[in-house]
């Protein structure tokens, strides 16, 4: 590194201060050719002095090794590490012979072609035995005598076994277990010699990535048996391993762990001898997924679901074998072998999480898998399940059957190849050495570079840059002279089709970058032609602008400007007015605006290319090339001018100053006044939500030109600014020829301007006002909740009427005052916008003085809160009744109707009468809500009355009997007819009580009470109204229960020569002669038996024809039996068909319903729902 610094601090010195040097009056470095060929001598005798000197450091550090191992005494722990040495050497020299690949680099023989894997385990884990049982193919096996590789022989120290996909070096398992020694503590044990010698071994040939990953076998059984110190003992010495293996090789690799002797659990066997031979070579196990190294330990969080994922599958697997075993035997050990499997997930988590887990003080390994699998069947089965309970209940263990059968490999076959090898990718490189090789070439790339390059190559790299620069303007000349040749232009682009050559050409320009700004010397140093060419590209620019660009873009305005005159809607609108603007701002520079030409095109083209903005920026800059810097014009087409001005001439100056001014605020004032947001939280709950055509809710908005602050600050200042858009506007509309605006032409434009701003105003307000609407009520319990915010402490009248008062009290109102001195008539001072301001405040003065104190009074919105404080309590003490807040609601209501009592709704309905708008509209809403409310909750009221008190009485003792049920054997007692359908009886009483006051008699309908009236169906009347008349029909006018009718003979058959009625003991006879009428009196208290029976007596003897009915209704019951087949003068006649004969009576009742036509109680059907 010292030499480096000093070779540069020399070429640096040569370079700088060379040409000041002197030696005898010749300058030895000033010409650059000679610094340069001093430099690269430098550079030359550096490289080699650093060559040689490496050459010779390592000459002499070999002769001082080996005369040390001929002065010093023989070692037998050193021999084996140098005969380890030199059989790890030989192999790697063999790989390396024998194998030919690529790493995908460098295309060669190469150590990095093949992964590199560590098969470590603890002694007789059967490691050895997996590697051979793996149907891998091992091409050099007759090179490390593994020609008979399903013999297995013990480990000395590494073996290597080159596969056709990977070199596994299968690590002996005493190398894991090396310690120091107990006696001396300086003295290390040859496994830790090994070991060690093994690890830097593997950094010398493969120091990128030494190793792409660590199999760590596993004895299952071994782990079971074992004390839980041995296994803690275990596992911290596998860790250590892990962990100095991390430090040595400074790479992250990847771990998977195989759990072997899979077969000497209990019920193995059973559980493998139906499995296929692809199921038995499928790896058996589960992977974790790929953390980053921060996350190293995550992999211990996913064994949970991992394992259970895989005893699941396990599982399903079982219960078909278990359902295809014969023996009991084998179903036992099938269903032990998944349950030891079960058992061992917390003792293979512990174990693992201990061996491989992350610290702070090295690289966590990237642990992917584990996976189970038996090589060999050659040990006593273990039952991990009944030795744990022989150990609890301190009983002999069980004696397993051995193996008898061949040995086979299960589940080994494909974890190799198609699990673990195909992962060698994610192995990490050497963090020190690519760290260290960066540094190297980084310093010696920069420094090679910066001399070579940047002082050698300068007038090679300054001859071809101008040559390419050369190149590149002949090829946008070429491109652009095509481009012009095939030039088509379209005036609806706006000039997007000469933005490739005005792209090309100026491009060209900036080829050679400011070519004006450089010497003459400069330029002939650098061999720069930017001075010769430059000049002829920004002519050619230019006059593609002037002749082509421009003109293309005043024909799309022009257009615009005549399409806009064709529309009586448009042809003297601001927007021509603008358009007209920009057109001749774009022939005449001495009016031009432009920031206005450029804003305007840019929404042109912003609407025409949207998403495209590349184009949008390149016709942005070259229209402000075009208009600032060459300071072009296009000449205009002066009739559509002429007819234009005289189209925009018809407009009142008026009018047109203010859309100016309107149009002006739009774009620059921006906080519009939002009624939610002043009013509150409470907004929403108390008003209406707006909505636009689509139903999409808006927001009720003053916009912030028609706010005081929009007034003042806005408005009175761009009036008072008027005569510069007015001699603006007549510039446009060529009025500056043949108008001149005197002062008072300009005061008349200011005050009809203010005029219009000030109606405009008060629209505005009024209309956002009269969006404003109290919500509808619904429910008693909206009504409480509306009535709450609107009486509670945000109080949103007062809000809304100090918004109003804010924004309206535009200025404070001022008096004059003469002295006695001054004539009546002396003219007054005029304050144009003070006028206006309070033209506004008159507008809204009577809402604005509700807030106003009233000497010792509060205001009179305070009064009016009062009003609305106690129509909340009101409708509050209702839902406060809780269950009887129907009845309580009744109760109030009937007290309105009857005028009794306090009556806060109608205080608020009154007050609202003379309030202003929208004070008027909010207190009438309010008060028609809650009578409405108050109506529905007494109607639920009503509804459970009727229930309990008269329909559940008549649904069940009355409807289903006689004479409501026609064919119903049972008849209603008398006295249960008259309680309910007599005079005070329960119909009559409920109709009194309860619906009289909302029911107009003459009408039958609902009476309208303040807007309002009581919601019943009305077939509920109808049925009502029914069993209502039924008093008049069944009762006399002293109330007692009772009907009278005649009956009067009409004839009988032949066959019979007499009849007889018996209507309750009332005899109507009948013998083919006089017919007599007989009164009838229902019912007959006379007698004492009740029945009705219709007799024919035979006219030759004979026994007689009967037909009887019995009870109370036995009269009806008879005539009911009857069939009406006639009516005269008298009445109507039935027939009564008995025993084959007939016989009829007439049946008059005078001014009653007669009972054999009617059925009014069979008709009658009272509701359930009022």
């Known amino acids: 590194m010292a030499s480096l610094v000093i070779a540069f601090a ?478 088509a232009t379209n005036m609806a682009d706006a000039g997007q089709s000469f933005l490739q050559p005005l792209n090309a050409l100026r491009s060209a320009g900036t080829i050679f970058g400011n070519y004006d700004r450089w010497g003459v010397v400069p330029s002939f140093l650098t061999l720069s032609q930017g001075r010769r060419i430059g000049p002829v590209i920004d002519r050619t620019y230019i006059a593609l602008l002037k002749d082509g660009f421009l003109p293309d873009l005043a024909s799309y305005v022009e257009t615009d400007v005549v399409k806009l005159g064709q529309s009586a809607d448009t042809r003297d609108g601001d927007e021509r007015l603008e358009d007209l603007r920009i057109y001749l701002m774009l022939g005449d520079t001495s009016k031009r605006n432009n920031a206005l030409v450029e804003e305007w095109y840019g929404e042109v083209w912003q609407t025409l290319y949207t998403g495209d903005d590349q184009t949008q920026r390149d016709l942005a800059s070259h229209l402000k090339f075009a208009i600032e810097d060459a300071d072009l014009e296009v000449p205009l087409n002066q009739t559509e001018v002429a007819s234009a001005q005289a189209d925009l001439r018809a407009v009142p100056r008026d009018l047109r100053l203010y859309r100016n001014i309107e149009q002006l605020a739009k774009s620059q004032l921006v906080s519009a006044v939002n009624f939610r947001n002043e009013i509150g939280p409470a907004y929403n709950i108390i008003f209406k939500q707006p909505a636009d055509a689509n139903g999409k809710p808006e927001p009720v908005e003053i916009p912030p030109f028609f706010t005081k602050t929009g007034f003042t600050d806005f408005f009175v200042k761009q009036n008072e600014a008027l005569s510069v858009v007015a001699i603006e506007d007549a510039w446009v509309a060529g009025e500056r020829d043949t108008v001149s605006y005197s002062q008072e032409d300009l005061d008349a434009f200011r005050k009809q301007v203010a005029e219009r701003y000030a109606t405009n105003y008060i629209d505005t307000w009024t209309n956002a006002l009269n969006q404003l609407d109290i919500v509808d009520f619904g429910s008693l319990d909206k009504g409480v909740d509306v009535l709450e915010e609107i009486t509670g402490p945000d109080d949103p009248f007062a809000r809304l009427v100090a918004l109003v008062k804010a924004q309206t009290q535009i200025y404070a109102e001022k008096t004059v005052t003469q002295t006695p001195d001054q004539a009546a008539d002396a003219k007054q001072p005029y304050d144009l916008y003070r006028e206006q301001g309070m033209r506004i405040n008159r507008a809204f003065a009577r809402l604005d003085a509700l807030d106003d104190p009233r000497d010792d009074k509060g205001s009179y919105l305070e009064d009016l809160e009062a009003s609305l404080s106690k129509l909340y309590e009101y409708l509050k003490e209702v839902r406060q009744a809780g269950d009887r807040s129907g009845e309580m609601a009744l109760a109030k209501a009937k007290a309105r109707v009857k005028l009794e009592g306090d009556d806060p709704i109608y205080v608020v309905e009154r007050q609202g009468v003379d309030l202003p708008e929208p004070m008027s509209r909010f207190f009438a809403t309010i008060s028609d809500q809650s009578w409405a409310v108050v109506l529905d909750k007494a109607k639920e009221e009503l509804q459970r009355a009727w229930n309990d008190d008269v329909y559940g009485e008549y649904n069940l003792s009355l409807a289903t009997r006689y004479p409501f049920t026609m064919d119903a054997q049972e008849d209603v007692p008398l006295k249960e007819f008259t309680d309910f359908f007599g005079p005070n009886g329960k119909i009559e009483n409920f109709y009194n009580d309860n619906l009289s006051l909302f029911i107009d008699e003459a009408t039958g309908k609902p009476k309208v009470i303040d807007g309002q009236s009581l919601v019943i169906n009305p077939e509920f009347l109808v049925q009502l109204k029914k069993a209502l008349a039924l008093r008049d029909t069944y009762f006399g006018n002293d109330g007692a229960l009772g009907v009278n009718y005649t009956v009067e003979p009409k004839g009988l058959s032949g066959r019979f020569g007499r009849s007889v009625m018996n209507v309750e003991g009332q005899l109507v006879p009948y013998s083919h002669g006089p017919r007599f009428p007989v009164r009838i009196i229902w019912p007959n208290e006379l007698s004492k038996k009740a029945e009705s029976v219709l007799t024919l007596f035979p006219s030759g003897g004979g026994k007689p024809r009967t037909m009887s009915f019995s009870g109370p209704w036995s009269g009806y019951r008879l005539l009911n039996s009857g069939k009406i087949v006639n009516y005269d003068a008298n009445g109507m006649v039935v027939q009564f068909d008995v025993g084959g004969g007939t016989a009829s009576y007439t049946i008059t009742q005078q001014g009653q319903k007669n009972p054999a036509r009617q059925d009014p109680l069979a008709d009658l059907v009272l509701p359930a729902r009022l």
């Open 10 to 487: 020399l070429c640096a010195i040569i370079w700088f201060a060379g040409p000041r040097l002197k030696v005898y009056g010749f300058q030895p470095f000033g010409p650059v050719t000679f610094r340069l060929i001093a430099i690269i001598a430098i550079i030359f005798f550096w490289g080699v002095s650093n060559l040689l000197f490496g050459a010779v450091s390592r000459r002499r550090q070999e002769r001082a090794s080996e005369e040390e191992v001929t002065k010093a005494p023989r070692d037998p722990v050193k021999d084996r590490v140098d005969a380890f040495d030199r059989s790890f050497r030989n192999a790697m020299s063999a790989i390396a012979k024998h194998w030919i690949g690529s790493d995908g680099k460098r295309g060669k023989r190469s150590v990095y072609s093949l992964p590199w894997y560590v098969m470590l385990g603890f002694p007789s884990a059967g490691k050895t035995s997996f590697i051979v049982e793996s149907d891998l193919k091992f091409p050099l096996a007759h090179l490390f005598s593994q020609e008979d590789a399903k013999t297995v022989t013990k480990t000395e120290d590494v073996d290597y076994w080159v596969t056709d996909d990977a070199v596994v070096f299968d690590v002996a398992g005493q190398l894991l277990t090396h310690q120091r020694s107990r006696e001396d503590d300086n003295i290390l044990d040859v496994s830790r010699l090994l070991w060690d010698k093994f690890l830097g071994l593997l950094n010398e040939y493969r120091p990128r990535r030494p190793i792409n990953g660590a199999i760590v076998c596993i004895d299952l059984v071994d782990l079971i048996q074992s004390a839980p110190e041995v296994r803690e003992n275990k596992a911290a010495l596998l860790h250590a391993r892990l962990v100095e293996m991390s430090e040595a090789l400074s790479t992250r690799y990847t771990v998977h762990v195989l759990l072997t002797k899979l077969d000497l659990l209990d019920g193995f066997h059973e559980f493998v001898s139906g499995l296929t031979k692809a199921q038995r070579q499928e790896p058996f196990g589960f992977t974790f997924s790929v953390y980053s190294e921060k996350s190293g330990d995550s992999w211990v969080e996913e064994f949970e679901t991992a394992y259970d994922g895989f005893l699941e599958r396990l599982n399903n697997l079982m219960l078909d074998r278990i359902a295809d075993q014969h023996s009991s035997e084998a179903r036992r050990k099938l269903y032990t072998f998944t349950r030891q499997l079960s058992g061992l997930k917390a003792l293979i988590r512990e174990f693992l999480a201990t061996s491989l887990h992350q610290d702070k003080f090295s690289t966590a390994p990237l642990v992917r898998g584990v996976f189970m699998a038996s090589c060999r069947q050659e040990a006593v089965p273990f039952n991990a399940v009944l030795t744990a309970a022989s150990q609890k209940y301190e009983i002999r263990p069980p004696v397993l059957a051995v193996h008898g059968d061949h040995s086979k490999h299960y589940f080994s076959a494909n974890v190799l190849k198609s699990v673990i090898f195909e992962e060698a990718g994610l192995a990490g490189d050497n963090i020190r050495l690519e760290r260290s090789k960066r540094v190297r070439f980084i310093l010696s790339g920069a420094t090679a570079s910066v001399l070579f390059i940047g002082f050698v190559g300068f007038y090679w790299q300054a001859y071809e840059s101008n040559r390419a620069k050369m190149d590149q303007v002949v090829g946008i000349a070429k491109t652009y002279k095509a481009d012009g040749d095939n030039q």
